[in-house]
């Protein structure tokens, strides 16, 4: 993968990669995340969106929090839709809050994915449902608040 000159062989080695079994395909996939060549990038993320390990998932979400390229994070966002978890959940949530109509859609569809469940095409409807499902049982939910401050840390655990 590192010493093939062409980008669509180290493409290929990532598609290949997201079809095996064995743990090293991984290291191959995320290889593929730090490419120069935005196909291959691509390639990486629709082969995480195939692999069921959990860290497949933090590797989109980390994707997707650190490039700069649309359709890089366009590849993370319709990934992360083939997996489950408050990693995707919480990372497509974040995409919600984005200004550009075209990638909230697609956060939108991948967590109809996620989530099992179309809440229509409007963010804020989304975007209330997951911070409904987060809330921790036994929680205030009116808004009128139970006088605590909630901080989000780290992998969705929650302060008071």
């Known amino acids: 993968m590192a010493n093939d000159p062409s980008p669509e062989m180290r493409r290929l080695t990532g598609l290949a ?57 366009n590849s993370a966002i319709r990934a992360l839709g083939n997996h489950k978890g408050a990693i995707p959940t919480d990372s497509l949530r974040v995409v919600l809050e984005g200004q550009d109509p075209a990638t909230i859609d697609l956060a939108m569809t991948s967590l109809r994915g996620v989530m099992g469940k179309d809440l229509g095409n409007d963010p804020k409807q989304w975007i209330a449902a997951i911070d409904q499902q987060q809330m921790p049982e036994g929680t205030d939910q009116s808004g009128g608040g139970s006088g605590e401050v909630r901080v989000a840390e780290g992998e969705g655990s929650i302060q008071r």
């Open 17 to 73: 990669a997201s079809r095996r079994k064995d743990p090293a395909a991984m290291g191959l996939i995320e290889q593929g995340l730090d490419d120069e060549n935005l196909k291959v990038q691509m390639e990486a993320c629709r082969s995480l969106g195939k692999r069921p390990e959990p860290e497949a998932a933090q590797m989109l979400a980390s994707t997707l929090g650190t490039t700069t390229e649309v359709d890089v994070k």
